[in-house]
């Protein structure tokens, strides 16, 4: 069209006058119309199937398009998108972008509903997910599956198909599905977990929904969405009265460690005690094995009540201040954790930890068809002394019987398995020991899977609502104690917790000591350096020196004033008496 209305004839090339040396594009003919021809090309306008051609500055003008919903055999009129306003309601419209419901109305999705659909393009042939669920003996709480032979149906319920009911509802778009059990003809399981997460790999179901935990060798075959249940496998025991022997229960609130440091500490405190009060307090003088027995009395009748005997040195006052604050903090530690083992504290776990468990070579209990019989052989368990029970009650019946009459000392199982357990028998059995690591229940669908992403976020959604306490609340219930899963551990305080106070109670003590011993030689000086003298010669002065009374402490001179007094006041009235000798009184002294 261009070329007509350029009225080109021929085609006239100018050859270039370049080098022999040129490229081949250089040595191009340059045509004599080529700049008519460009003109015609920027002119030429007309109307195509797709709208009308025209272009502006040498740019191609997209057209306007219209928007439509199509919904079943109708359309209905959204708006127009044009290159300059974009998406607007009316074409004429001068405004930009308006996205917003409320400009365009409501917009009807595939699914026959208005909310926008995410990440995954619905089927139109309207064929139903196959579910695979479980069948189970026990624990159905979590999926039960039962025939209704009156109409010939299969209902499936449970904690476990309510939380994927609520799942999918809060999906964003609907998803047709149906409950199919992995059952063989006799009703009974066709196999394990591992067996049905398999079906998916398989194609025979689209979703597995169970009970089914996420583990490392199931993901391998499927997709998981996030866990919607705790993670976990603990141990559980059962528990026995602890009050058949409390003898010696006085001693059980601290350990021996502690026990040991208390002794020696209160043995360290009363010798000081006594060194710095020996010299001028008549309390802490006198024979050799009442000066011993002296330092144990005072210092451990701190204990439990003020001592008659008074303290002179300010000193040994020092000392006591730090110390009656360690006592009080001890004995009331001690009184809090021994009340707390005769009032609170009467129940123990028959089995301390796993430990125990594989020295005793006791037999222990699991679920069969879940990955807690692998999990066990990893943690040295003998094959032939492991056990499965189907059904809480049978848990009960071995657990009671005990390891050694046929019975299990231990149980291992899943936390919600656990949970559900211990709602109605944790007054008989508690939980102990660490937690094994597992990723919870999950959803399984097929390797990449489209759904996946949207079930997890939906899964969220579902887990930090209220829909899922009511969920839980429907299907276990509320437990009969207030705190089942407490760990029973013991009360006994140690020295860890006291090391501390210790610590400070001794540096005064040494502190007081330290200044004690500096005036003592300080004010015996002469002697020591008396070079005549040997040095056991010096040290028994010394001692001699030290085990006399410091007539320069004030109690002391008090005590000497009383003698003169009473002395003086007996004189008086003997030299009152008829047959007294006042001679013997002595002059008065006058003064010139």
């Known amino acids: ?72 055999n109708g ?37 026959d509903t208005t909310s926008v659909p995410k990440g995954w393009v619905i089927p139109t042939n309207g064929k139903k997910l196959k579910i695979g669920v479980p069948v189970k003996d026990g624990f159905t709480e979590f999926v039960k599956v039962t025939r209704d032979l009156t109409t010939n149906t299969t209902i499936v319920t449970g904690y476990c198909i309510d939380v994927f009911d609520a799942v999918m509802e809060a999906l964003p778009y609907y998803v047709p599905y149906e409950y199919v059990p992995f059952a063989a003809p006799d009703g009974k399981s066709a196999g394990d977990y591992n067996e049905l997460v398999y079906q998916v790999f398989l194609g025979n179901f689209d979703v597995v929904v169970g009970d089914t935990t996420i583990v490392s060798n199931r993901s391998q075959f499927v997709d998981f969405t996030l866990p919607y249940t705790e993670s976990g496998v603990t141990m559980m025991v059962p528990i026995k009265d602890d009050n058949r022997d409390n003898t010696w229960v006085f001693l059980k609130p601290l350990t021996w460690e502690l026990w040991l440091t208390s002794f020696c500490s209160f043995v360290f405190i009363g010798f000081v005690i006594w060194l710095l009060e020996h010299r001028v307090n008549e309390d802490f003088r006198g024979p050799f094995w009442h000066q011993v027995g002296m330092i144990f009395w005072f210092s451990f009748s701190t204990m439990v009540f003020a001592q008659k005997e008074r303290i002179v040195s300010n000193l040994a006052r020092f000392v006591l201040i730090i110390w009656f604050l360690v006592v009080l903090i001890l004995t009331s530690s001690y009184t809090a954790s021994l009340t707390s083992m005769l009032t609170v504290e009467k129940l123990q776990p028959t089995v301390k930890d796993v430990k125990e468990l594989l020295k005793s070579k006791d037999y222990v209990g699991y679920q069969p068809g879940s990955f807690v019989p692998g999990l066990l052989r990893k943690m040295n368990f003998d094959e032939d002394r ?24 231990a149980v291992f199982d899943e936390i919600p398995y656990v949970k559900l357990f211990l709602a109605n028998y944790c007054l008989k059995f508690t939980t102990i020991g660490p937690t094994y690591k597992t990723d919870g229940f999950g959803f399984a669908f097929p390797i990449g899977s489209p759904l996946v992403p949207d079930v997890s976020r939906a ?77 056991r010669e010096r040290t028994r002065i010394l001692a001699r020196k030290f085990d006399t009374k410091d007539y320069s402490c004030h109690t002391f001179k008090k005590s000497e004033l009383r003698d003169v007094l009473a002395d003086s006041t007996h004189d008086l009235d003997c030299s009152r008496s008829p047959h007294g000798n006042l001679s013997s009184l002595p002059s008065p002294r006058t003064t010139g």
Not at 386 to 409: F, M, R
Not at 459 to 476: D, H, P, S
């Open 1 to 72: 069209m261009a070329v007509e209305k350029s009225r080109i004839n021929g085609a006239f090339f100018r050859k270039p006058n370049v080098s022999g040396n040129a490229t081949d594009l250089e040595a191009f003919g340059v045509s004599r119309d080529g700049p008519k021809l460009l003109q015609a090309i920027l002119n030429t306008t007309f109307k195509g199937l797709s709208g009308d051609f025209q272009l502006v500055d040498g740019q191609l003008q997209s057209p306007p398009y219209q928007i439509i919903n199509v919904i079943g």
């Open 75 to 111: 359309a209905k009129e959204i708006g127009f998108w044009t290159r300059e306003n974009g998406i607007v309601r009316k074409l004429n419209s001068r405004l930009g972008y308006s996205v917003s419901k409320e400009n365009f109305g409501s917009i009807i999705w595939p699914g």
């Open 386 to 409: 492991l056990k499965a029970y189907n059904t809480p009650e049978e848990c009960v019946d071995l657990l009671a019987k005990g390891s050694s009459n046929g019975g299990i000392a």
């Open 459 to 535: 899964v969220l959604n579902v887990t930090e609502g209220e829909k899922m306490v009511q969920i839980e609340r429907a299907w276990f219930g509320e437990s009969i104690c207030s705190d089942s899963g407490t760990s029973l551990s013991s009360n006994s305080l140690g020295l860890d917790s006291f090391w501390g106070l210790f610590v400070m109670a001794v540096i005064a003590a040494v502190l007081a000591l330290v200044i004690f011993l500096t005036k003592f030689i300080h004010e015996h000086w002469h002697i020591i350096r008396r070079s005549n003298l040997s040095l």
